[in-house]
């Protein structure tokens, strides 16, 4: 396969680019020795949005897929909370003992001025590098903000203690997160292509790449008791030869839906794609593009809301902490059932037996059909958004401008994830059955996510 490879360092470029001058006008201020503004400098929590944009065009440039990506997402926000309650413990509670084995986080020490919110930004970057990249993945933008600290007067001793602080609760962290069996899981079998075997999944075009994280089930969940805790009903019978079966009429539907696509249908699919690296083919020539994924388009969607209510820094790291567990414990609990009935994609069943040219509107992602990802992390990640900004939130989604797509426009989070559950299903990669039962489950995850986590204390 031959990348772009030219162009792809281009559209790095010009992102970094955009980021930094993102990061400058979130602070509003230029950076001068004489300034004492350190503390509204990063209190601001346009600041920290700004840091979790970074991470995703690091993700994203790593090329890594949404399942992984969450992770990174995860324990990056964690450690940031973490911070932010070992901070100020009168207003938000420790995760520790809430959940899944995180013990006690050390608490700064008593007497040593620090800023909590320079401590959180990095301890979120140390932890969304280390997690899974090459080291000095994050470093550039780390010496931005502590040359940012320096720029505007943040004493020696704060700086100091700060960064300390970080470096503690980050160590914490990530001792943590080298117990949930990721590791463990590099080294484990493949998955097992059976193509004799009649409504079970098999590679598909263009790529026809292997399975994607087949052995998921087995990390450790972070709220959910399991990954078993939601188990969905099976998905429907393999039947392509009774037309009056539950599954052949899935299967029409949605080559009917696919063959008739109105402009605002293709918007939609192509909005929640989220493909985070498509493989184009031209004659001989293959490159890929690349966009945020799932989980990086609801890390945006957290900022987007942020901004909206004007919520205060600690409040902004709490809602990315909350999101991104339940993005987590959601994936889990999606590929778990992917996994088990191992179910075949449409586009592999409309070749075989009805239509051999056809092609779904988005490009088919390499894992099992049912359940869908997408749907069952964007409810889960709704439930956890309306939790802390309410329902009825009404916004404005501008991520996928950054990659030629027009926003879309929601009256809640909950009303973002209902269209998502119709977007794979006009994009012709999952039933809508499956999208239904989805956003079920997912909705049961980002529940329980709620339910369980004390996070900002009243």
Request: hydrophobic fraction near 40%.
């Amino acid at each position: 396969m031959r990348r772009n490879d030219a162009r792809i360092q281009f559209v790095k470029s010009i992102l970094m680019y955009k980021f930094l001058l993102i990061a400058c006008m979130a602070t509003g201020l230029v950076a001068c020795n004489s300034k004492k503004d350190y503390d509204a400098v990063f209190k601001d929590p346009i600041l920290f949005c700004a840091t979790v944009y970074q991470l995703n065009n690091v993700v994203m440039g790593n090329n890594f897929p949404p399942i992984i990506g969450s992770r990174n997402y995860l324990y990056a926000s964690v450690a940031a909370y973490e911070v932010v309650a070992g901070g100020y413990p009168d207003q938000y509670q420790s995760l520790a003992g809430q959940v899944n084995g995180l013990k006690p986080v050390p608490k700064p020490i008593a007497g040593q001025p620090l800023d909590v919110e320079f401590a959180s930004l990095l301890a979120y970057c140390k932890l969304g590098e280390a997690v899974t990249f090459p080291a000095g993945s994050m470093k550039d933008y780390v010496d931005s903000l502590k040359k940012m600290a320096i720029d505007h007067g943040m004493p020696d001793d704060v700086f100091k203690n700060s960064v300390a602080y970080a470096d503690t609760v980050s160590a914490a962290i990530m001792k943590w997160s080298k117990k949930d069996n990721y590791l463990e899981t590099r080294g484990a079998t493949e998955y097992t292509v059976m193509s004799d075997s009649p409504g079970r999944w098999v590679p598909t075009p263009p790529a026809y790449a292997s399975a994607m994280e087949p052995h998921w089930t087995s990390i450790r969940t972070v709220v959910m008791d399991s990954s078993t805790q939601f188990i969905p009903p099976p998905p429907y019978k393999f039947n392509i030869t009774d037309k009056n079966s539950d599954y052949y009429k899935e299967v029409m539907s949605i080559k009917k839906a696919g063959d008739s696509l109105t402009a605002e249908q293709a918007h939609i699919a192509d909005f929640w794609d989220d493909n985070p690296f498509k493989l184009n083919v031209s004659g001989h020539l293959m490159f890929g593009t690349k966009k945020f994924s799932p989980p990086g388009h609801w890390m945006s969607i957290v900022g987007i809301a942020a901004k909206k209510a004007k919520a205060d820094f600690p409040t902004t790291v709490c809602a990315y902490a909350k999101t991104s567990i339940a993005l987590f414990d959601a994936f889990i609990q999606c590929w778990d059932e992917k996994f088990r009935h191992n179910t075949v994609r449409p586009e592999t069943v409309i070749n075989k037996y009805i239509d051999p040219n056809w092609r779904p509107h988005l490009q088919t992602p390499p894992f099992p059909e049912y359940t869908c990802g997408h749907s069952t992390c964007s409810s889960a990640a709704a439930e956890a958004l309306t939790s802390v900004f309410g329902d009825n939130f009404a916004y404005t989604d501008t991520t996928e401008v950054d990659f030629g797509i027009k926003s879309r426009s929601f009256k809640s989070f909950r009303d973002a994830a209902g269209e998502n559950n119709w977007a794979r299903f006009y994009g012709g990669i999952h039933f809508h059955h499956s999208c239904i039962v989805s956003t079920e489950f997912g909705t049961k995850v980002g529940a329980l996510v709620v339910e369980r986590l004390k996070m900002k204390k009243n």
